[in-house]
Each structure stands twice: as C-alpha cells, then as structure tokens.
Antibody, heavy 121, light 112 residues
Framework: EVQLVESGGGLVQPGGSLRLSCAAS????????MTWVRQAPGKGLEWVAN????????YYVDSVKGRFTISRDNARNSLYVQMNSLRADDTAVYYC??????????????WGQGTLVTVSS | QSALTQPRSVSGSPGQSVTISCTGT?????????VSWYQQHPGKAPKLMIY???ERPSGVPDRFSGSKSGNTASLTISGLQAEDEADYYC????????????FGTGTKVTVV
C-alpha cells in the first residue's frame, strides 16, 4: 500500500524558514517523480514543485521560485521542501504526491494527509 | 501558469447526472492526454477519480467518467449520490520543456 506521510509544519514568522518532509513507503521511491502541492485555507489546490527520480530536474511555480527548494533522498525514501523567506500567503496545507514513473507525465495518483504551515507574527 | 477554469458550483438531485467542465489552453489540456480529476471532502486529502482524461482507478465507481474536447476536459457523475457531495479539481500536465502541473479553480458539487 502506497503511503505518504508529511511532517514539519507549524507556525513560523514572516521571513522565517521551515523544512517539510514526506516519508514514502509501499513503492519503489526512486522510480517516481515527486510533487508538492498546497492549499490555502478555504482556497483551491496549487501545484508548488516537482522533482525528477534522480533529483536532476526540479520545477517550481513562479510564486516560490528562489525561496523554496525541493529535494529528495532516495536512500531514505524521503521528499523534502526547504521554504525560506516565508510570507503570509504561503500559509497552507502542504501535500506531497507521488508523480509518474518513467514514460508518463500524469499528475499524482497518491497524496499524503498534508501538513499545515502557518506564517504569522 | 494560469489556473484552469471550472464552474464554482454545480448541483443535482440524487440519481441525476452532473458534468463539470475544466477549460484550459492549447498549452495544457489541448496539448496532452494527461488530465486528472480529484475529489476532496472537507479536511481531507484529494482523492484521484480520473486520470489520463478518461481512465478510472480501481475502486472508483463507474458512475464517474471523464472526457476531453479541444482545450476543455469534463467530469461526469452519473447517478449522483449523497457521498458525491465534495469539491472537485481538475489538473493537467502543462509542460513542454518543463515538468509542471496546473490545477483547476475547483467546483463544489452539491447534492440537493
């Protein structure tokens, strides 16, 4: 059974930093693209970042470029996002998702339960 | 990276059919077969209902179906049931030389 478990959320002041983690199990982690999406309170889903199987390619939504860094550790079956210079509009539930394997571009089939990040003074 | 356009809400009575549209551009929905639909109940994670335009994951009732025409994808729920009341989001690959996704604005389905 595919499982994705996010952690690391919490309350942080504007301008601060936070690192989210996503522990994966139930599949061969190194074979899949991985994705972060977020959902601000009462708002819709927003794609945030993608990372390739070997970490060699990373893509970001414009609003987080230069502030967020997605990374992965295939030996630990873990996905991360380092979030710096946080702003109030980064407040959201952050979900990690399992993207496609080789040869596909399909959006994630599986999601974690999410972790809440609140940016406030 | 503009969001795909969905109606804010749709409603139907139990047993009826409803269709949710998702309008993008020739750079996302119109260019690829990689459109997914997610169901989200309040406080819960998204759940995949349709992938690759019209494919249904195992365990998803066949009341849910997907299609695409040009730059618009659609999700149809036939035989509407009370538990179908939720938010629904479309999502499309929107790359070309990059690997990015774009979500729809979301549609609230109400079973009246």
């Amino acid at each position: 059974e595919v499982q994705l478990v996010e952690s690391g959320g919490g309350l942080v002041q504007p301008g601060g930093s936070l690192r989210l983690s996503c522990a994966a199990s139930g599949f061969t982690f190194s074979m899949y693209w991985m994705t972060w999406v977020r959902q601000a309170p009462g708002k819709g889903l927003e794609w945030v970042a993608n990372i390739k199987q070997d970490g060699s390619e990373k893509y970001y939504v414009d609003s987080v470029k230069g502030r967020f860094t997605i990374s992965r550790d295939n030996a630990r079956n873990s996905l991360y996002v380092q979030m710096n210079s946080l702003r109030a509009d980064d407040t959201a539930v952050y979900y990690c998702g399992r993207g496609p394997s080789w040869g596909s571009l399909t959006p994630p089939h599986y999601w974690g339960q999410g972790t809440l990040v609140t940016v406030s003074s | 990276q503009s969001a795909l356009t969905q109606p804010r809400s749709v409603s139907g009575s139990p047993g009826q059919s409803v269709t949710i549209s998702c309008t993008g551009t020739s750079s996302d929905i119109g260019a690829y077969k990689y459109v997914s639909w997610y169901q989200q109940h309040p406080g819960k994670a998204p759940k995949l209902m349709i992938y690759d335009v019209s494919e249904r994951p195992s365990g998803v009732p066949d009341r849910f179906s997907g299609s695409k025409s040009g730059n618009t994808a659609s999700l149809t729920i036939s035989g509407l049931q009370a538990e179908d009341e939720a938010d629904y989001y479309c999502c499309s690959y929107a790359g070309s030389n990059t690997f990015v996704y774009v979500f729809g604005t979301g549609t609230k389905v109400t079973v009246v």
